[in-house]
């Protein structure tokens, strides 16, 4: 292995000094909160999170993981039978979230879980996987991304991504007027710390770990419809398997 290909593999996991109880707690309480806020003060940006995973559902599908499902408000949009409703995986890491989940949607399965560790199913045992702004959140991205490969159908399935342009211009000037303000208004302290434990992957580390499991089919950006990063907040990206990992 060369000095580079060492380098490029030692980053992962990347690791943080650990969290305070304080910080622990406020951790937990945010991200449940900004759950409930994000679609009642900036709905233009939660229809386009949701939206996108729903409009590039395949035909007929099944079976459905969701990765970092938060409370649940993915749910809101979809339009599932009773079978694809039994069949529909919503796992996150953080139980006050997954119980508000079970409460929210008892129709389907809510569990905790880390989509970094290997989870209880078969291989290729869903034909549709969604990570609706996760993937920048992951400290151990590849182990996740090669989690998702396993569990992904080969022949049919298919991933949906949506993830932030972080770094960007406009994504880092809407962050200092939406989850900031509230933060540092509830909390009485700095946004920082909070942030720079969470939006941890770029864009460019996203795609480069998924290259070699996902084929991209296709992508698009949030709010203007160009592929330039400074001016968007989102991406939403559309992948099928690859029949044999790179």
Known sequence: MSDTEIKQHSKWPKTFPPLTSEQQLISNDFMKYWHEVLPRHFGFVDEFNHRYVVKTAPAGFSRTLEIGSGIGEHLKYERLNDQQ???????DIRENMVAESRK???????????????MDFEDGHFDRILAIHVL?????LPAAVREMYRLCDKKRGVLSIVIPCEGSFAYSLARKMSAQRIFEKRYKQSYQWFIEREHINLPHEIFEELAPYFTLNASTYFPIPVKMRFCNLCI???????????
Do not use: M, W
């Open 136 to 140: 920048e959140h992951l400290p151990n």
């Open 104 to 118: 929210l949607f008892p129709d389907i399965r809510a569990v905790v879980g880390d989509c970094q560790r290997r």
């Open 85 to 91: 409703k039994a069949s529909y995986v919503a796992v």
């Open 236 to 246: 939403g990206a559309t992948f099928t398997p690859a029949l044999a990992a790179t």
